[in-house]
Every structure is written in structure tokens, then in C-alpha cells.
């Protein structure tokens, strides 16, 4: 059993156009992010929400909407695409949201913007 | 500015030997650090983590070693292995008005020969 898995895996889509990308943790945790991987393996976090609030937004431009349907989904919608969205989204969890270092990814789906 | 990096890019062992990935941080008052490890094509996975009370934590064939002086951090690797072939990443936990946020460093390149 895949414990975070992510949907599509890849993406290829041309600029302009909106595409979701789909994240579920069967592990039972409160807490999902959205990070970003750039080309050169920077991860930086986008999202984190904790029982379907939203914790975290990291300046992210509002093109990017994650939604929780419920603690057990985060998923994330984008409008607009642009070149520089292309990069590698991972969704993770974690049981709580404050005081841990511990996050289970996904493996994460590459998104490329033509 | 606050950053958490790393010296070495690359570093490349051979089968059977010790690693050493370091880190360096900038912000002082930081006090909870992980390790990730992220294999080609997957999501980073948890490997140790260290809180500032502490100098040394060991694992399963790791140990990671705090140096709060220097602001420098190590993760050291056991007779590395095939498998250990990944990029490493040191991070920071920080609370972020009640939400975990890992700042992640840049990361190194494990590679191991054979």
C-alpha cells in the first residue's frame, strides 16, 4: 500500500492552461503539505493544512489553490500555467502539525509548462 | 539572511567506507534539524533528526553530529552501501505560527562506487 501517493505522476500541459494535481496519505495523519522541486532539487513548501485548515501559505501566487476535501486529501489546483511553474510537486503528511520534522512524501509529480 | 546549506555538492565514496555529508546553518536560534534522503525519482525520506538539546544522535548505520558553536551539522553513514546512492538534504524545522515548515538546504550527491 502506497502510503502518499500522488496522481498524475507526470504532466505536460501548454502555458495558460489549468491542470490539478491529486494527493492522498492512507496513514491516517492530521497534517498534508504541497512542497515545490525546482531543477536544481530546491524544495521549498507551498501549502501545509492540518484537518482540512490551511497552516501554512508561502507567499504562493494565488494562481495556485490547494482545496482539502478532508484530512485524508490535499489536493492542488492551478490556473494559469506559466514556464516557471514547471517543476517537481510533492505531497506530504505528518502526524501533527507543529513540532515535527518527520513528513512522509509522495513521489511526486513532475509538471512541465510548454 | 536565515539559510541552511550545504559544502559539498558531490561526494562520491566507495563501497564499504564512511560518509560524511555536512551542512551549515546561519540562524542561530534554530534548534530541531532532519535529514532527508531523496533516491532518483522519489519523494525525500526521513533519516534522522537531531534537537539542539543534543549533540549526537545515532540511527540504524547513521549518526548525525550538531556542532551549535559553528552552526554546523553532519550526517555520517556506516559502510556505505549500493542503496546509499541519493541526494542528502539537511533541514530546518521551524514553527511557523503553529505549522511545521522544513527549510530545506540545497543538497549533496551520495554517489557510491562500486
Known amino acids: 500500500d502506497t502510503a502518499v501517493s500522488q496522481t498524475p505522476k507526470y504532466l505536460v500541459t501548454q502555458m495558460g492552461n489549468d491542470k490539478s494535481i491529486k494527493c492522498e496519505q492512507n496513514l491516517g495523519h492530521d497534517t498534508m503539505y504541497w512542497y515545490k522541486q525546482d531543477s536544481k532539487k530546491f524544495l521549498k513548501i507551498m501549502f501545509s493544512?492540518?484537518?482540512?485548515?490551511?497552516?501554512i501559505n508561502e507567499t504562493v501566487p494565488n494562481r495556485f489553490s490547494p482545496k482539502s476535501p478532508d484530512k485524508a486529501h490535499l489536493n492542488l489546483h492551478i490556473n494559469s500555467l506559466e514556464l516557471g511553474d514547471s517543476a517537481v510537486y510533492f505531497c506530504a503528511s505528518s502526524q501533527g502539525f507543529m513540532n515535527t520534522g518527520e513528513l512522509f512524501f509522495g513521489e511526486g509529480s513532475r509538471l512541465t509548462v510548454l | 539572511g536565515e539559510s541552511v546549506g550545504l559544502h559539498l555538492p558531490t561526494l562520491s565514496v566507495q563501497e564499504g567506507d564512511n560518509s560524511i555529508i555536512n551542512c551549515a546553518y546561519s540562524n542561530s536560534a534554530s534548534d530541531y534539524f532532519i535529514w532527508y534522503k531523496q533516491e532518483s525519482g522519489k519523494g525525500p525520506q526521513f533519516i534522522i533528526d537531531?534537537?539542539?538539546?543534543?549533540d549526537k544522535r545515532q540511527g540504524q548505520r547513521v549518526t548525525v553530529l550538531l556542532n551549535k558553536t559553528v552552526k554546523h551539522l553532519s550526517l555520517q553513514i556506516a559502510a556505505t552501501q549500493p542503496g546509499d546512492s541519493a541526494v542528502y538534504f539537511c533541514a530546518e524545522n521551524r514553527d511557523a505560527g503553529g505549522g511545521n515548515k522544513l527549510t530545506f538546504g540545497t543538497g549533496t550527491q551520495l554517489k557510491v562506487e562500486l
Open positions: 493544512y492540518n484537518n482540512k485548515e490551511l497552516i
Open positions: 537531531i534537537r539542539s538539546n543534543m
